[in-house]
């Protein structure tokens, strides 16, 4: 299980972090032996993602671009005595931008103020991992930092491995602890301007899986995970907003990879099932076609498909409330409340295009596009917010990796 900082940023949010997804922790390919060679790579990311004006509070707007991140991150794997290796990731990304306070009527009143109110934060990470080869499997340690202005993250992982003899299953189990700690004290985090102690957030984690080679074209693998986390889950930046301080979760995923002799392409499928105590019930479905061609080129086109339902404790556009000054207040009812449309039940779909182009047996240079777009109709739960506005994401990566 391979250590993944979090962050609680006031602009990163699930599209965010599924968009930079190959960025934020490297995760180094287990395998059987040690590699041979060496790998450094060198990455960067650039994300925007922007909300339409198709709601009656915004429709005086146009559409807005909102959060913008820049990333940068290096990687390097090496071999050590022909039964180790190590890897080492370092990233750093800027982000700016504005986000919705409160639903979609968030918006500032006008486009300057969007301008005028946004925001910047620079983030910077490092992660470690460390494995050991056996004739039947590996064993891998892992623990990564991960720093902001308002958030630090720490994190521990233990993975394991096992092979049948013929190496046709092997079986995995691995366990993580991840311990943030959230700074309530920065200036626009709350209006006042008494001292607020730090927060915590502590989430234990565990993983078993296993994969199975059923013929010389499929390979298929199943993994469960569940995770157990206490602390600080509000989001300061949206007040108000109170959520419980226990989150647990159950995931299922499988996967099926299909060679085709005919054209020496790899079809990948996956399906993820996702549940937590939030009341969140989540389905993502995922293709992708690995397609090598003449000269060294590579195309891999992608579709992920991806549905939820809302919180328990989500409150509609239609279900707001309002203070005398106009500012959004809780029920009078109910433990926790929030209007985060992250937290809403909403679909989402995302394509996207990876080429890539061997320059020689040593460099790979690679370029990756993704476009994503959530709209509350498309969630299959059928209860959607149509008080939101559309969202939408694109991200381009590039990457250049040589062998050493």
């Known amino acids: 299980m391979v250590p993944v900082p979090t962050t609680s940023s006031t602009v990163f949010g699930a599209a965010l972090l599924a968009a930079a997804l190959a960025l934020p922790s490297v995760q180094f390919a287990y395998a059987d032996a040690a590699p041979e060679r060496g790998v450094v790579s060198l990455k960067y990311l650039n994300y925007q993602d922007s909300q339409s004006a198709d709601t009656p509070v915004t429709a005086h707007l146009s559409n807005m671009d909102r959060i913008a991140v820049n990333a940068l991150s290096l990687q390097v794997l090496m071999p050590v005595a022909g039964e180790w290796s190590v890897g080492v990731s370092f990233m750093e990304d800027s982000v700016t931008g504005a986000s919705p306070a409160y639903h979609s009527s968030g918006f500032p009143a006008s486009e300057s103020d969007v301008k005028s109110g946004a925001s910047g934060e620079l983030r910077h990470s490092v992660d470690l991992q460390l494995t050991r080869y056996f004739p039947q ?4 340690a892992g623990t990564s930092y991960s720093t ?8 521990y992982s233990l993975q394991g491995s096992l092979s049948t003899e013929d190496k046709n299953t092997t079986f995995t189990l691995g366990g993580s602890f991840n311990d943030d700690t959230i700074d309530l004290n920065k200036p626009n985090v709350v209006a006042s301007k008494q001292q607020i102690p730090e927060e915590k957030k502590q989430i234990f984690a565990g993983l078993i899986g296993v994969t199975r080679v059923l013929t010389k074209k499929d390979i298929v693998q199943f993994n469960l995970g569940y995770s157990n986390g206490n602390g600080y889950y509000t989001d300061p930046y949206k007040n108000p907003d ?5 989150r647990n979760s159950v995931t299922a995923l499988g996967r099926w ?3 085709f002799d005919g054209t ?9 099932y996702y549940s937590d105590t939030f009341g969140i019930r989540a389905h993502t479905f995922e293709a992708e076609y690995v397609q090598p ?11 992920r498909l991806y549905t939820q339902s809302e919180a328990d404790f989500y409150f509609t556009v239609a279900e707001e409330q309002f203070n005398g000054d106009g500012t959004p207040k809780p029920p009078t009812s109910g433990d ?11 679909g989402a779909l995302t394509l996207g295009l990876k080429v890539s182009k061997q320059l020689n047996p040593d460099w790979l240079v690679d370029l990756k596009f993704e476009h994503y777009q959530q709209r509350d109709e498309w969630s299959l739960s059928g209860a959607g917010d149509p008080g939101l506005a559309t969202f939408s994401a694109r991200s381009i990566q590039v990457g250049l990796s040589r062998k050493i």
Do not use: C, M
């Open 137 to 140: 499997g590996s064993v891998t």
């Open 148 to 155: 902001e202005s308002d958030y630090v993250s720490r994190s």
């Open 242 to 246: 109170i959520r419980p301080r226990d």
């Open 257 to 259: 990879n299909h060679h």
């Open 264 to 272: 020496d392409g790899t079809a990948q499928l996956s399906y993820r």
């Open 293 to 303: 061609l003449k000269h060294g080129w590579t195309l891999t086109p992608l579709l």
């Open 336 to 346: 926790y409340y929030t209007e985060d449309q992250r937290l809403s039940a909403f």
